[in-house]
């Protein structure tokens, strides 16, 4: 018990490894995590970068989050799509992010893409794969928009048009078709729009919005739900029970005190 | 068979107007035998915010008494309470913690923040949180509870009113399910009051 | 180490040779995962120094992780001391291969000019072995070009000539392994510098057209 309460300077802790792994050996099947299914896509155009994302987290077959964020915040001018096990893709960039900023504290600098870029890879190659992160990093820097993306094996590659995750070879498809050299703005973020949506339709692990991301100079825009190509349907009436339904054994009402603050302290 | 559902339970939380309730099955048991029906698997954290831990109860209570301790140091250092979306932060990194590793259970925080605004989220066993402005549900009874949740629950419910939807969605998906049942606990946390009550549900 | 599931394979052919002038590097542009071809346009030729590069086969984490760790030293060496040979580079990269080849699946050809030794094409194989030859080719589709490179392999080659021989060994091995293929990416290293060189997979000849 007491290792588990002293507070830990950082990193992962094992202790239930061998209790986990005597279980499994007893035959019992280890629980899902939440996956992000996922079709991820980014792509740069005449001078920027767009990224894009479905919004939906799977555990097996369930539908755990219908709105979730997957392009997440690396820098002003970095952000990062994730694919994969969602636990690891939020705490991996939310640890570069987290080291980019105090770095840019220090050195007073805008953060570089290849920083954000080496920083992530090493840190997925030291785990050895075992960090089931699939990333699409975009960013605009010194050097203008930059795309690459970076495996769990902790491998990364710059290409100009890129998309990750089960809806993958859905999205591949429009990518291929429409992406060319020098995109306006707009028919960028159509492209992926509709990449995103070839997932979300074709891909059972990708569904619900579709969340983008511009990066140019000196701007990054979010569009949150840019596009909701699964609306939802109101119901016609409601279920609301009478009040009185429910049988009650026994109630407990813990009255709350409002605490205000009082009046300051006369210091004259 | 999976550590999961080794000891069964079902826990569910909701949003009402500038409200948010917290339910749970009381049972405890060993895979197909009940040892035990008073054991509620949602602990207050604060007088404002709930945890909920089904899962493996030996996980559960370690991680109820780990929970206990952080927050209390929390308030030492910070002399304040915890907020239920920093409580959330605090579950979900002492969970990833355990990447290779895992606690068994499958977390949810509800509770309401110091401007009284509603909170709730889930998370997976390694802490990946889900935060919903609708429900979340947990345990043996999930796939129970998020359809039927996704059929009764809808925005605005009064604290009275929310206590019958999620008392009603708790019942129903816990007499479906062997694991979970034998009594039920449900905190409506308003500004003003927290309301607990136990329900009368089948004993089978 | 054989590959980890799900690890992204540079299943490859890649070849350099000594010619008259330096060194020509050459690459196909594959990666894939299983049986799915996850990138067909890879970038294989890595820079480790100003006129040494390399060509990485095997796992793509494994070969970027062991060849950003080499560009790092030599960096470092290249302020400490004067500019590194070819030699150098190969040494460490051997090194680092020796020292891990219980975790590690990665080859590499290592080439370059220096002003020692002038153009130098080392092999480095599973295990940590290093080998100079006036040639080398390694990767799964290399299997199936030894032959060819073995007959027509000359000693102080032109350049054209030279790329030539690069271009037709690749287009023969991606034509038969499945593991290879997209286009064709080339490196001349010289004296005066490097030149990158690329052959989109239309202008590939065919097997049946060695002539031009």
């Known amino acids: 018990m007491e290792t588990n309460i002293i507070p830990r300077k950082g990193g992962f802790n094992f202790d239930n490894y061998k209790r986990n792994l005597f279980l499994e050996q007893k035959g019992l099947t280890l629980p899902k995590v939440t996956k992000t299914g996922t079709t991820i896509v980014g792509a740069l155009f ?55 900023e105090l770095h840019r504290l220090t050195t007073g600098r805008q953060s570089r893409f290849n920083s954000a870029e080496t920083m992530l890879k090493q840190l997925l190659f030291r785990h050895q794969g075992h960090i089931g992160a699939a990333l699409i990093l975009g960013g605009y820097d010194i050097n203008g928009p930059v795309l690459a993306h970076i495996y769990p094996h902790g491998s990364s590659e710059h290409h100009p048009y890129i998309t990750m995750g089960s809806g993958s070879l859905a999205a591949v498809s429009v ?19 509709d990449a995103v949506e070839a997932g979300i339709f074709n891909d059972l692990g990708s569904g619900s919005n579709v969340n983008l991301v511009v990066i140019e100079k000196n701007k990054t825009e979010s569009l949150r739900e840019y596009s909701k190509p699964t609306p939802h349907h109101p119901k016609n009436c409601d279920y609301k029970y009478k009040r009185g339904t429910t049988a009650i054994l026994k109630e407990s009402i813990k009255d709350l005190v409002v605490v205000t603050d009082g009046e300051a302290m006369d210091i004259s | 068979m999976s550590p999961g559902s080794y000891n069964g339970g079902a826990v569910v939380a909701m949003i009402g107007k500038n409200c948010v309730a917290i339910a749970s099955d009381k049972r405890f048991g060993v895979q197909m035998q009940t040892i035990g029906t008073e054991f509620s698997k949602v602990f207050p954290v604060t007088e404002k915010s709930y945890v909920g831990l089904p899962g493996l109860t030996t996980d559960t209570q370690t991680l109820q008494e780990i929970f206990r301790f952080k927050a209390n140091m929390y308030k ?129 | 180490m054989p590959l980890k599931p799900g690890e992204l394979d540079l299943g490859t052919t890649i070849i350099a040779a000594e010619f008259k002038d330096g060194v020509v590097m050459g690459a196909d542009t594959r990666a894939t995962m299983g049986s799915y071809i996850s990138t067909r346009n890879a970038n294989k030729i890595t820079q480790l120094h100003e006129k040494i590069h390399l060509c990485r086969s095997g796992s793509s984490s494994d070969t970027q992780a062991i060849s950003d760790i080499v560009k790092y030293y030599l960096q470092l060496y290249s302020i400490v001391n004067e500019e590194p040979t070819t030699l150098t580079a ?90 290879s293929g997209g286009s064709i990416r080339m490196a001349v290293i010289t004296e005066e510098g490097v030149e990158r060189l690329y052959i989109h997979n239309k202008d590939i000849p065919e097997y049946n057209d060695l002539e031009n």
């Open chain 1, 46 to 100: 005449k001078d920027g970068v767009v990224l894009g994302a479905d919004t939906r987290a799977t555990g097996g077959s369930i539908v755990q989050d219908k709105d979730i964020i997957k392009i997440s915040y690396i820098a002003p001018n970095i952000y990062c799509c994730g694919a994969g096990t969602a636990a690891d893709t939020l705490f991996t960039t939310a640890l570069i992010s987290s080291q980019l």
């Open chain 1, 175 to 193: 990518l291929e078709t429409r992406w060319t050299k020098n995109l306006e703005r707009q028919d960028a973020i159509d492209m992926v729009k």
């Open chain 2, 76 to 204: 030492l250092r910070e002399e304040r309470e915890i907020e239920p979306r920093t409580l959330s932060k605090l579950v979900s990194s002492t969970l990833y913690e355990r990447r290779w590793g895992p606690y068994f259970v499958h977390p949810l925080v509800a509770g309401l923040d110091k401007n009284n605004q509603p909170f709730i989220c889930a998370m997976d066993l390694i802490g990946c949180i889900t935060e919903t402005c609708d429900f979340v549900v947990g345990g043996t009874s999930e796939e129970n509870l998020f359809g039927i949740c996704e059929s009764v629950w809808e925005p605005d419910l009064e604290p009275e009113d929310l206590f019958e939807t999620i008392s009603q969605a708790l019942l129903c998906s816990i007499d479906r399910d062997c694991f979970a049942g034998w009594g039920a606990v449900v905190h409506v946390i308003t500004p003003e009051r927290v309301i607990t009550r136990t329900l009368k549900s089948r004993m089978d």
């Open chain 3, 90 to 179: 190969a040494e460490l990269m051997r090194e680092l291969n020796y020292n891990n080849k219980e975790v590690l699946s990665a080859a590499f050809i290592v080439a370059g000019w220096d002003k020692h030794s002038g153009g130098n094409v080392y092999i480095l194989p599973l295990g940590g072995t290093l080998h100079k030859a006036p040639f080398a080719i390694t990767g799964s589709g290399s299997t199936y070009i030894y032959g060819y490179c073995d007959s027509l392999y000359r000693k102080n080659m032109e350049k054209e000539e030279a790329l030539n021989f690069l271009k037709n060994a690749l287009a023969l091995a991606m034509s038969r392994d499945g593991s």
